[in-house]
């Protein structure tokens, strides 16, 4: 059952969280950005397992976007935020789940690493906005909003940290690839915020849907790496035995019961990506 819960709770935030920062650059850009992507990241959440009060509170945050895009101009740096803010709620509302699994070792370093997951979240969801949003409604944002930023940029830290006190040796050297950003461009992006934090500044330089499509690829990583810490947390290993079970499947469970030595940790994290999705549920 407690395998379960952190299963369930895994997908349907990973599904939110995608659909939040498409929604953020969707209603800052007036719905003339990401409006097919957004359609997308509903299908996939109403695909979920969702509880009756979180599908109610889902579809009040859809509603408030939906009805924010048909408003006048000047209102659309508060309606970003706003949505932006709702989803943070609902999301922390599902991280609650996981609450019952902190402590040390292997589950206490699950909930650590969905917690920086939705750390690195916040920040796609906020420049997604702040990016799309027109020059000079950027100006109208709260001071509020920006803080947003700055705490998810700290928050990543801080569970960065604890992810690497509470994980043991081997499942560390597995997922310590989640705190590299593998591109560039990124890091350049993530060394400015840190330093400056400083949004309008990367507006010359950097699109929403460029904004997206980096820290999707880098969210998507932590996916698959939070895939692996689940297998350590939850009894896979009958799994890797049954003759159903692909060679990918097998070949990674096998890795992570196994040395588990630095040098392969990206090796293991792209061949799990490569697992059909149902076989990871």
Same mark, same amino acid.
């Given at each position: 059952?407690?395998?379960?819960?952190?299963?369930?709770?895994?997908?349907?935030?990973?599904?939110?969280?995608?659909?939040?920062?498409?929604?953020?650059?969707?209603?800052?850009?007036?719905?003339?950005?990401?409006?097919?992507?957004?359609?997308?990241?509903?299908?996939?959440?109403?695909?979920?397992?969702?509880?009756?009060?979180?599908?109610?509170?889902?579809?009040?945050?859809?509603?408030?976007?939906?009805?924010?895009?048909?408003?006048?101009?000047?209102?659309?740096?508060?309606?970003?935020?706003?949505?932006?803010?709702?989803?943070?709620?609902?999301? %922390?509302? !599902?991280?609650? @789940? #996981?609450?019952?699994?902190?402590?040390?070792?292997?589950?206490?370093?699950?909930? =650590? $690493? &969905?917690?920086?997951?939705?750390?690195?979240?916040?920040?796609? %969801?906020? !420049?997604?906005? @702040? #990016?799309?949003?027109?020059?000079?409604?950027?100006?109208?944002?709260?001071?509020? =909003? $920006? &803080?947003?930023?700055?705490?998810?940029?700290?928050?990543?830290?801080?569970?960065?940290?604890?992810?690497?006190?509470?994980?043991?040796?081997?499942?560390?050297?597995?997922?310590?690839?989640? $705190?590299?950003?593998?591109?560039?461009?990124?890091?350049?992006?993530?060394?400015?915020?840190?330093?400056?934090?400083?949004?309008?500044?990367?507006?010359?330089?950097?699109?929403?849907?460029?904004?997206?499509?980096?820290?999707?690829?880098?969210?998507?990583?932590?996916?698959?790496?939070?895939?692996?810490?689940?297998?350590?947390?939850?009894?896979?290993?009958?799994?890797?035995?049954?003759?159903?079970?692909?060679?990918?499947?097998?070949?990674?469970?096998?890795?992570?019961?196994?040395?588990?030595?630095?040098?392969?940790?990206?090796?293991?994290?792209?061949?799990?990506?490569?697992?059909?999705?149902?076989?990871?549920?």
């Amino acid at each position: 059952m407690a395998e379960c819960v952190l299963e369930t709770t895994q997908e349907v935030v990973h599904k939110v969280q995608r659909e939040r920062g498409v929604t953020c650059g969707w209603v800052a850009s007036g719905g003339t950005q990401f409006c097919g992507l957004l359609q997308q990241c509903r299908a996939r959440t109403d695909g979920s397992a969702l509880e009756v009060s979180v599908m109610e509170q889902l579809n009040a945050i859809r509603c408030a976007a939906d009805s924010s895009v048909d408003q006048a101009p000047p209102s659309v740096a508060s309606n970003f935020f706003t949505i932006f803010s709702d989803y943070n709620s609902l999301i %922390a509302r !599902l991280l609650r @789940a #996981l609450e019952q699994f902190s402590g040390s070792g292997a589950r206490g370093a699950y909930v =650590a $690493f &969905a917690h920086l997951k939705e750390a690195t979240g916040i920040e796609r %969801a906020f !420049l997604c906005g @702040a #990016l799309a949003l027109p020059t000079a409604a950027l100006t109208t944002l709260p001071s509020r =909003a $920006f &803080a947003q930023l700055v705490l998810g940029l700290e928050q990543q830290k801080v569970h960065e940290q604890k992810v690497r006190q509470l994980a043991p040796p081997k499942l560390l050297d597995l997922i310590r690839v989640g $705190f590299e950003f593998d591109s560039d461009e990124l890091r350049e992006v993530q060394r400015h915020l840190m330093e400056q934090f400083d949004v309008s500044s990367l507006r010359s330089s950097l699109s929403a849907e460029r904004c997206w499509a980096l820290l999707t690829e880098h969210i998507d990583k932590l996916e698959t790496l939070q895939q692996l810490l689940l297998a350590e947390v939850r009894p896979l290993h009958s799994v890797a035995d049954e003759n159903s079970a692909t060679a990918a499947l097998q070949q990674c469970l096998r890795a992570i019961r196994g040395s588990g030595a630095a040098s392969d940790a990206r090796a293991v994290a792209e061949s799990l990506s490569a697992v059909p999705a149902n076989e990871l549920k």
